[in-house]
């Protein structure tokens, strides 16, 4: 089974807990996540359910490549990490 986990940043917005998830997306991992927290959906997703452009999300170290639909692969026993993207010069 996948867990998800939200870096420290963001939970400091959103207090939630490391969880283990029944999902086969990155998209399933997430909507599992709002479905415990859902303030978590306005802070991760934008009006058009994309992930927001301060966020990246990795699955076993790798970043997502499918911003928009989430649509990457979260085999079981995945470790999918959330976390405020870096930027600036």
């Known amino acids: 089974m996948p867990r998800i986990v939200f870096a420290p940043a963001i939970q400091r917005h959103v207090a939630v807990a490391a969880q283990d998830i ?17 303030r978590l959906r306005g802070y991760i997703l934008d009006d058009q359910r994309r992930l927001r452009a301060h966020l990246a999300i990795f699955v ?28 600036g010069g």
């Open 22 to 38: 029944a999902a086969g997306t990155v998209r399933e991992a997430l909507d599992a996540a709002f479905a415990v927290e859902p």
């Open 60 to 87: 076993d170290g790798v970043a997502v490549r499918d911003r928009a639909g989430l649509t990457d692969m979260v085999p079981a026993g995945s470790e999918v990490y959330v976390v405020q993207a870096l930027s």
